[in-house]
Every structure is written in structure tokens, then in C-alpha cells.
């Protein structure tokens, strides 16, 4: 939870950036509006403002929905382990596995092949995530 909320609060500040506010302004609405204390405040609106902004943050939440959703649904998650791979690139690499191009992954993720126990609170939460 602790770091859900963290990821929340840099894509507002992230949002806010993009929407023109200036640092103060960012951190104002954070600081003020969210009730965050104001040294994380701060270092979250430093993070987001310094060098334009780490647009990073906004897209991992989205990122994190749509791997929760592949695996809620049963998809194997099995070609996201052979590498650094998006999502996006899954049927290249599962049409490479099927050529004989790609040699399927050694190692299975611990995690994965456990009986997954679920928080109904973090669920709720990735659940609705846009």
C-alpha cells in the first residue's frame, strides 16, 4: 500500500507538470490538497519537476494494471520473463518461441507459482487503476 500510494502521488505531480503548474504549484496541491507531509512533498515534486519531469512514474501504474489483469485472467506471464520485453512485443517473441528462434526462459519466478494470496484492498485498488 505504502508504495501504491507513492506511485498515486507522483502521477498527480506528474499530471500537474504536464498541465503547466509551476514547482510551487505542485507542490501546494500536494502538499495541501493530499494532506502528504511536506518533506515527501517536496522530494516527490523535485523528482517529478527536475529535467522536465519523469513521465516513468505516470506510465509503471498503468503498466502494473495491465500485467495484474493478464494474470488475474490466467495468461501465462511466462514470455515476460525471458527479458527486458513490453507487452506489446509478446506475440513477436511467442511467434520466435514457436519458430525456434527464442529459447524459453530456465528460471521460473517463484512468485508466479505460488497460490497467490490476495490483499482485497491492493485488489480493489489494481483492479480499478485506469
Known sequence: MTRLHELAY????????????SFADTFDLIHNQYKLKKEKAFNITLRVHRGGGFTKDAL???????????YKAGN????LMMGKCSLEYAPVVNELLNQGLAIPSK???????????????IDFILKNLK
Do not use: C, F, M, N
Open 60 to 70: 509503471y501504474l498503468s503498466g502494473l494494471k495491465k500485467i495484474y489483469d493478464l
Open 10 to 21: 507522483r502521477v498527480i505531480a506528474v499530471d500537474s507538470l504536464t498541465k503547466g503548474y
Open 76 to 79: 501465462s506471464l511466462d514470455h
Open 107 to 121: 528460471y521460473k519466478s517463484l512468485s508466479l507459482q505460488l497460490e497467490p494470496v490476495i490483499d482485497p484492498t
